[in-house]
């Protein structure tokens, strides 16, 4: 690392997180959603703190994903949740990752890339409201059904995905549970039934007839929506973003700070220079945000550039002095918030260039 820009991840954070949400699940199974390399945090290290901690199971979206995951010596169950292309099965059915079926046809072109030495793991995968992936009728889960082969694959588990389960007033919340149920029926005696991401799961917990539930967000100590907050008030941020000071310069009145020269100094002024930008995932948007150095918030003056950002300071502190950008005094949904988005996008848009330690 040579340059002091990085994001500080803390594990015990969560695997805080991960304990004690399962403590509240029941009898239910954790799976561990790390896809988006563990939502900015670091997939495998996440993966490997919620193993540790008490999940069972891991999901991701992509099939790259997972083979990451698997190549870093990871056995636990994994599910992929985004579809896979046909021609792709025998890929992984040797890395021994579940996919989502959710259509018969997908079903009919993936057996014919299987061959006698693959096993497929599937999950059937039902819309019930979401509009997103998945089967939408009892028709279409038979004819899956129809299409399966026990000698090339084995039925896992069916699941399902929640729009509203953030919304405590949302009436698609219980319409979608009533449509799962319905799907679920027609599978007696499958093994993994699942439909909780993280605000269902604390809505929901323990109830029948899911004995799994998804946990992405709240594993980072993040909420899945601002009403989520007094059903996780135990959780612990795990994410911060933390940068340094590398020079510190007295300005007069009437200078201008950044391209565009959209900001003007109006009197005398300390203005701090930190080795951040957009090419690692901080928003040009961020003008005007401020940033906590000494406790202190400092806004940013000026445009930020590709890979630095200025702010102004209420006094000449050292060089090197620890600024952060998320953290403690600046919440993530506070960054959330300015740029008009979720928690989930500021915390996956960090780029590879910024070091997770
Ligand atoms: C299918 C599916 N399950 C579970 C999750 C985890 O959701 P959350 O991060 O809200 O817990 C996601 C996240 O987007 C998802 O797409």
């Given at each position: 690392m040579y340059r002091p820009t990085w994001i500080e991840i803390d594990r015990e954070a969560i695997a805080h997180n991960v304990r004690e949400i399962k403590a509240r699940m029941g009898h239910q199974s954790m799976m561990a959603v790390v896809k988006a390399d563990g939502y900015g945090h670091g997939a495998i290290t996440v993966a490997e703190i919620a193993l540790a901690n008490g999940a069972e199971m891991l999901a991701v979206a992509l099939l790259e994903e997972a083979i990451e995951l698997r190549e870093a010596g990871i056995q636990a169950p994994i599910l992929m949740l985004e579809a896979l292309l046909p021609e792709h099965a025998p890929i992984a059915s040797n890395y021994d990752v579940a996919v989502p079926v959710f259509s018969a046809e997908w079903l009919r072109e993936a057996k014919q890339h299987l061959t006698e030495i693959d096993h497929l793991r599937l999950h059937i995968k039902v819309d019930s409201g979401m509009g997103r992936l998945g089967l939408q009728t009892l028709d279409e889960l038979d004819a899956v059904l129809k299409e399966l082969d026990p000698d090339l694959m084995e039925l896992d588990g069916i699941y399902t995905h929640f729009a509203t389960a953030d919304e405590l007033t949302s009436r698609l919340f219980e319409q979608q549970q009533t449509v799962f149920l319905r799907f679920v029926?027609?599978?007696?005696?499958?093994?993994?039934?699942?439909?909780?991401?993280?605000?269902?799961?604390?809505r929901l917990a323990g109830q029948?007839?899911?004995?799994?539930?998804?946990?992405?967000?709240?594993?980072?100590?993040?909420?899945?929506?601002?009403?989520?907050?007094?059903?996780?008030?135990?959780?612990?941020?795990?994410?911060?973003?933390?940068?340094?000071?590398?020079?510190?310069?007295?300005?007069?009145?009437?200078q201008t700070i950044s391209y565009g020269?959209?900001?003007?100094?109006?009197?005398?002024?300390?203005?701090?220079?930190?080795?951040?930008?957009?090419?690692?995932?901080?928003?040009r948007k961020f003008q005007g945000y401020a940033l906590i150095v000494d406790g202190t918030p400092c806004e940013i003056v000026g445009r930020v550039c590709m890979d630095r950002l200025m702010i102004?300071?209420?006094?000449?502190?050292?060089?090197?002095?620890?600024?952060?950008?998320?953290?403690?005094?600046?919440?993530?949904?506070?960054?959330?918030?300015?740029?008009g988005t979720i928690n989930y996008e500021v915390l996956c848009q960090f780029s590879k260039r910024v070091p997770r330690i």
């Open positions: 029926e027609r599978v007696p005696g499958i093994r993994y039934i699942h439909a909780s991401n993280s605000a269902a799961a604390i029948e007839p899911c004995n799994v539930v998804r946990i992405g967000i709240a594993l980072y100590g993040a909420l899945p929506s601002d009403e989520m907050s007094s059903y996780y008030d135990f959780l612990q941020p795990a994410f911060s973003l933390k940068s340094r000071l590398m020079q510190v310069k007295h300005v007069e009145p009437g020269a959209t900001y003007t100094a109006p009197t005398d002024e300390w203005i701090g220079t930190v080795p951040i930008g957009y090419a690692d995932g901080w928003s102004r300071l209420p006094r000449a502190y050292p060089v090197g002095t620890e600024v952060t950008l998320i953290g403690r005094g600046a919440p993530i949904d506070e960054a959330a918030h300015w740029l």
